[in-house]
């Protein structure tokens, strides 16, 4: 990991009343990197992320945010601050057009230019939300609505995007493209933490990586280098 960390985990443990999900976990993303979170399903890696927005609340331990403990903040403010979650399951609000959802997006922004101009931008980067802005947004394809769910996200005008299972339903074809979309917006500037099922691609994808298992960290390194360790490979990537 690089010196420049945008978000820091230390120690944190969270519950769902009295099952502890996460059990003092320690994790760093640096600025401009893709950290993927991998484990099994029940694991934790979608809890951690809730902690990281504050849906969740941590019983222990600290979340700093370019050196600021956001631990118990507000899920707006943390998402004002630039701590973006896209949910597993896109969320795309039904009777909602493409346009109304992604203006939702920027509920944290007062600036109507900036509104604007952001709308703007994620229509540059989707184009065919652009074409279907006046759409119901439910009636997008899977595919689509994944390009709307991050689009939303971007509205926010994230510094650290929290990306949960972005690939989850959608065609082999889909995935590899939504794969690629993840990969631009990080080559844009975007930092990256990714919870997703296919380890193989995420590892393609990240530059450093974590492995939960029953809510504390089993592994963790170089992306690269958990490509090709043997645990990693029999027990997500195959033979």
Same mark, same amino acid.
């Given at each position: 990991m690089t010196s420049d960390i945008i978000l820091k985990l230390e120690g944190i443990a969270s519950a769902y009343?009295?099952?502890?999900?996460?059990? +003092? %976990?320690? *994790?760093?993303?640096a600025r401009g990197q893709i950290v993927t979170l991998l484990g099994a399903n029940g #694991?934790?890696?979608?809890?951690?992320?809730?902690? %990281?927005?504050? %849906?969740?609340?941590?019983?222990? $331990?600290?979340?700093?945010?370019? +050196?600021q403990d956001i631990t118990s903040m507000p899920a707006h403010i943390i998402a004002r601050a630039g701590v973006v979650h896209v949910p597993e399951g896109r969320h795309v609000l039904r +009777?909602?057009?493409?346009?109304?959802?992604?203006? *939702?997006?920027?509920?944290?922004?007062k600036d109507a230019t900036l509104r604007r101009d952001?709308?703007?931008?994620?229509? #540059?980067?989707? /184009?065919?939300?652009?074409?279907? #802005?006046?759409?119901?947004?439910?009636? *997008?394809?899977? +595919?689509?609505?994944?390009?709307? #769910?991050i689009g939303r996200a971007?509205?926010?005008? /994230?510094? %650290?995007?929290?990306?949960?299972? /972005?690939?989850?339903?959608l065609a082999p074809k889909l995935v590899l493209e939504t794969m690629k979309i993840v990969k631009r917006l990080n080559e844009t500037g975007t930092t990256i933490l990714l919870v997703e099922q296919n380890a193989r691609l995420a590892l393609k994808l990240a530059h450093f990586?974590?492995?939960l298992e029953s809510g504390e960290i089993r592994l963790k390194g170089e992306a690269?280098?958990?490509?090709?360790?043997?645990?990693?490979?029999?027990?997500?990537? $195959?033979?």
């Open positions: 009343g009295k099952i502890d999900a996460v059990k +003092g %976990i320690d *994790l760093e993303v #694991a934790g890696k979608t809890t951690t992320l809730k902690t %990281i927005s504050g %849906i969740v609340r941590a019983k222990t $331990g600290r979340v700093l945010f370019e +050196g +009777g909602l057009s493409v346009r109304e959802n992604l203006e *939702l997006g920027a509920f944290t922004v952001r709308l703007d931008q994620v229509f #540059a980067q989707f /184009p065919i939300l652009k074409t279907r #802005a006046n759409s119901d947004g439910s009636l *997008l394809s899977g +595919g689509e609505q994944q390009m709307l #769910a971007l509205m926010h005008g /994230p510094k %650290i995007m929290l990306l949960d299972e /972005p690939s989850m339903g990586g974590y492995v690269s280098q958990l490509r090709s360790d043997p645990s990693i490979v029999q027990a997500y990537l $195959g033979t």
